[in-house]
C-alpha cells in the first residue's frame, strides 16, 4: 500500500508498465525521487545531464520501443527545459509522459522562487491532457488520464504535481459524489476502413500504370506488407525520414529519401507517376510530390488529421498500416507490364554510383559523404542509428543503406538540433544488446550532446553489447545553415554566425573514460570504423570533414543555382573551396567519377 502521493505515483507508473524514467532531479519534485529510491529499482532512473536531453530520451525511447516514454522534471528552470524535447516527441507522434514539479500550492499565486505558470507553459505541447494535482485523492485518475491519453493518441501529456503534495500520505479515492474511480490498461483498438473504402483504393491503385509508393514512420511495422504491395503493383518505393528504416535499401526499387534530403530517384518516381500510395507519412514538402493533378492518389494514416494534408488524394483510408495493407492486397491485381519497375531500378542502380563517385570526391581533407559511405557497408546486423539535424542528417538520409533489422530515427517534424547522442543513449536503454551508432555535426555536439557523452559514461557498463560509437563531424562550421544562406537567400557565408571553435571531441571522450578516435585522412576512415565497431567500450571518432562539399538537393532550381552565383559575387569568405565544392559533386553526378 502506497505511503505517500510519490509512492502510489511510482507503483502507479509500474502497473501501466513503466520500467524507466529519464530526467533531472531538483527540489519541487523530491518527493517523487524519495519514492523512487524507495521503491528499490522496480523502475529504472536514467539521470540525464539536462532537462531537454532526457526529453529527448523519453521521446527516443517510445520510438525504439514501442512504450510509453516517462520524463520527470523539477519546477521553475527543469519544466521549461523539457520543452524542445518533448515537441520533438509531439510532431513525431510518440507518446510520452511528463512528471513536472511544482511550488507548494500556498505559494502558488505568490510570485515565489520557480514559480510558473506551468498549465500554461504545456498548454500546447501536452494539449490533450495537462493537468495539476490538487489533492491526494485526485492523483490516481491524473496519472491514469495521462497514461492512456498518451499511449492512445500517440501524444505528449503532462501532470504537474506541487512539492507539498508529494510528500501528502496517498487517499483513495472516496466512494461519493465528486469523485473518480479510475483504472490501469490500454490496449489499441483495430483501426480498418470500411471494405467500400478499400474497393475504392483498390480500383485507383489497379488502374494505375505507374505508382509511386512513400511510406513514413507508420509503415515501420507493416515492411513485409509494403514490400508485397509494391511487387503486385510494380511501384517503385521512397521513403520520408522517419521512414527510413521501413523499408531495406538493398531491393532495386526502393529509391531511397525524398526532400530536400533525398535523392534523384526519388524526386524522378514523384515526377513520372501516375498514381500515388502514400502510407503512414507526414512528409511536410508539397512540391517534392507529384504535382496536384498529375496523379491519382491513396493515403493510408491511423490519424484522419493527417490525410489528404500534403496531396488530394482520391481515396483516403484511416487505419493501421499494416492491417489496412492485409485487408487491401486481395482487391490488387498482379501488374504484367513491369517497363516502370525496370525503368525504377536502371534510375536507383545509377544513382548507387553516383553516390559513390561524390563520396570519393576529393576534399579538403575529408568529404563528409564519405564518413557514411564508408560506415554504411560495416553496419553490423541489427545495428540502431541516430542522426542529428544539420548536413549530417544529409549523408544519413542518402548514404547509409538501411537493411532487414536495422532501425534509425532523428528528430523528424522539429527537426531539433542536439537529438543525436540522447537518441542513441535512449535506443541502448531500449535495447542493450544491440550496436549503437550516432551521427552528429560539431554544432550540435557543442550545443548540447558532448555533456551527454558523461551520461554514456556512467551508464555503458550495463549494456550487453558495448559497442557504442558517436561520429563527430568536425568542419568547424554550422554547416547546413551556412549552405542554406547561400543557396536560399543568395548571401554569403556569415563568418560571424557559422564559424565555430575547433574542439577535439576524441579527447574528451578519452578524459571521461571513453575511447577516443581522430581521423583527418581519407584513406584511413574504413580502418577507423573497423576499429570503433570491435572495441569494448563506447567510441567517439572525430573525422576532420570539408564544410565545402555542398548538400545538393536532388533538384536544382534555377534559383538555387542564381543564389548560389549570387553569394559568390558578394564575396563569399570560403569562395575557392566552395566553387571547387560545388564543380566536384557536380562533375561527380554527370561522369559517375571523383575527378
Known amino acids: 500500500m ?15 508498465g513503466v520500467r524507466r524514467i529519464f530526467g533531472y532531479p531538483g527540489d519541487g519534485i523530491n518527493g517523487l525521487f524519495g519514492a523512487l529510491n524507495r521503491a528499490r529499482a522496480k523502475i529504472d532512473f536514467i539521470q540525464a545531464r539536462h532537462e531537454e536531453m532526457a526529453a529527448f530520451m523519453a ?25 524542445t524535447g518533448l515537441y520533438d516527441a509531439r510532431l513525431d507522434h510518440q507518446p510520452v509522459l511528463a512528471l513536472v514539479g511544482q511550488q507548494a500550492r500556498r505559494a502558488i499565486g505568490g510570485h515565489y522562487q520557480q514559480e510558473v505558470d506551468l498549465l500554461s507553459l504545456f498548454k500546447d505541447v501536452a494539449g490533450d491532457f495537462v493537468h495539476q494535482a490538487a489533492v491526494p485523492a485526485q492523483v490516481r ?54 471494405e467500400i473504402d478499400l474497393m475504392r483504393a483498390a480500383e485507383v491503385l489497379n488502374a494505375g500504370r505507374k505508382v509511386a509508393i512513400l511510406v513514413g514512420a507508420g509503415a515501420l511495422d507493416a515492411t513485409a506488407e509494403v514490400i508485397t504491395t509494391a511487387d503486385r503493383l510494380g511501384a517503385g518505393a521512397a521513403k520520408a525520414l522517419l521512414g527510413k528504416a521501413a523499408l531495406p535499401d538493398d531491393l532495386p526499387w526502393v529509391t531511397g529519401s525524398i526532400g530536400l534530403l533525398g535523392t534523384e530517384p526519388s524526386w524522378n518516381l514523384m515526377r513520372d507517376c501516375d498514381t500515388l500510395l502514400m502510407i503512414g507519412s507526414g512528409f511536410p514538402y508539397s512540391e517534392f510530390l507529384p504535382e496536384e493533378g498529375d496523379a491519382r492518389g491513396v493515403q493510408i494514416d491511423i490519424r484522419p488529421d493527417m490525410l489528404s494534408l500534403r496531396y488530394p488524394m482520391d481515396v483516403n483510408l484511416v487505419g493501421d498500416a499494416r492491417e489496412t495493407l492485409q485487408a487491401l492486397l486481395p482487391l490488387l491485381k498482379q501488374k504484367t507490364d513491369l517497363s516502370w519497375r525496370k525503368q525504377i531500378e536502371s534510375d536507383v542502380s545509377a544513382w548507387w554510383q553516383t553516390l559513390e563517385s561524390r563520396a570519393r570526391a576529393e576534399a579538403n581533407p575529408i568529404n563528409p559523404q564519405r564518413v557514411v559511405w564508408e560506415l554504411s557497408k560495416r553496419l553490423p546486423d541489427g545495428v540502431i542509428v541516430t542522426s542529428d539535424s544539420g548536413s549530417c542528417a544529409n549523408w544519413y538520409a542518402r548514404d547509409l543503406r538501411m537493411r532487414q533489422g536495422m532501425m534509425a530515427s532523428l528528430s523528424g517534424g522539429l527537426a531539433s538540433m542536439g537529438a543525436a547522442v540522447p537518441y542513441a543513449i535512449a535506443a541502448k536503454v531500449a535495447h542493450p544488446g544491440r550496436p549503437v551508432v550516432g551521427l552528429v555535426g560539431d554544432g550540435a555536439m557543442q550545443m548540447n550532446n558532448m555533456a551527454e557523452l558523461i551520461t554514456v559514461a556512467k551508464y555503458w557498463r550495463r549494456w550487453s553489447d558495448p559497442r557504442f560509437v558517436i561520429c563527430v563531424f568536425n568542419n568547424e562550421d554550422l554547416n547546413q545553415v551556412t549552405w542554406e544562406q547561400r543557396v536560399m537567400e543568395g548571401d554569403p557565408k556569415f563568418d560571424a554566425s557559422q564559424r565555430i571553435p575547433d ?70 569568405p570560403q569562395e575557392a573551396g566552395m566553387v571547387k565544392g560545388v564543380l566536384r559533386q557536380a562533375l561527380a553526378n554527370i561522369f559517375k567519377t571523383g575527378r
Open 503 to 572: 574542439v577535439p571531441y576524441h579527447r574528451f571522450a578519452e578524459l571521461i573514460g571513453l575511447k577516443g578516435i581522430f581521423v583527418d585522412r581519407p584513406e584511413e576512415l574504413g580502418a577507423a570504423w573497423d576499429e570503433a565497431l570491435a572495441a569494448e567500450q563506447p567510441v567517439v571518432i572525430e573525422v576532420k570533414t570539408d564544410p565545402e562539399v555542398p548538400p545538393i538537393p536532388p533538384h536544382v532550381t534555377f534559383e538555387q543555382m542564381r543564389n548560389i552565383t549570387t553569394a559568390l559575387l558578394k564575396g563569399d
Open 59 to 83: 521521446s527516443a525511447y517510445a520510438k525504439f520501443s514501442g512504450e510509453l516514454g516517462v520524463c520527470v522534471a523539477t519546477s521553475g528552470p527543469g519544466a521549461t527545459h523539457l520543452l
Open 141 to 194: 485518475h491524473l496519472i491514469d488520464r495521462a497514461a492512456r491519453i498518451a499511449l492512445a493518441n500517440r501524444t505528449v501529456t503532462t501532470v504537474i504535481l506541487p512539492n507539498d503534495l508529494q510528500e501528502l500520505p496517498y487517499e483513495t479515492p472516496p466512494r461519493k459524489h465528486g469523485s473518480v474511480m479510475s483504472g490501469v490498461g490500454y490496449s489499441a483498438a483495430r483501426t480498418l476502413p470500411h
Open 2 to 16: 502506497a505511503n505517500t502521493v510519490g509512492d502510489f505515483i511510482v507503483e502507479r507508473l509500474y502497473d501501466w
